[in-house]
């Protein structure tokens, strides 16, 4: 499994951007997808990840402005980022995860300008 992101880019604070992820192989519907992000100077951190049965979780940090979503027929995952802060500012990561097997996308930077 390959994992492609793409939508990053620059954004105006309070500005909102779309991130989306496909996988080139098959995900089925057992797999865990998220999003992390590894700020400037930070280490990599989880931002939101949904579940198998669409359990989701956010980190306190975005909850209540970015939304994931999932589309197995399609093998993506996306994620909508709304009211942007400057604290945004990362390399975005999306991962699919089963048992012990972990994917991860190459990563695509979302700046946030003020």
Not at 32 to 61: C, H, M
Not at 79 to 98: F, I, K, R
Request: charged share 15%.
């Amino acid at each position: 499994v390959q994992l492609q992101a793409s939508g990053g880019g620059l954004v105006q604070a309070g500005g909102s951007a779309r991130l989306s992820c496909v996988a080139s192989g098959s995900i089925h519907d057992l797999y865990t997808l998220g999003w992390f992000r590894q700020r400037p100077g930070k280490p990599r951190e989880l931002v939101t990840t949904v579940a198998p049965g669409n359990i989701i979780s956010y980190a306190d940090s975005v909850r209540g402005r970015f939304i994931i979503s999932r589309d197995n027929a399609n093998n993506n995952v996306d994620l909508q980022m709304d009211t942007l802060s400057l604290e945004d500012t990362a390399v975005y990561y999306c991962n699919a995860q089963y048992t012990f097997y972990s994917f991860w996308g190459q990563g695509t930077l979302v700046t946030v300008s003020s």
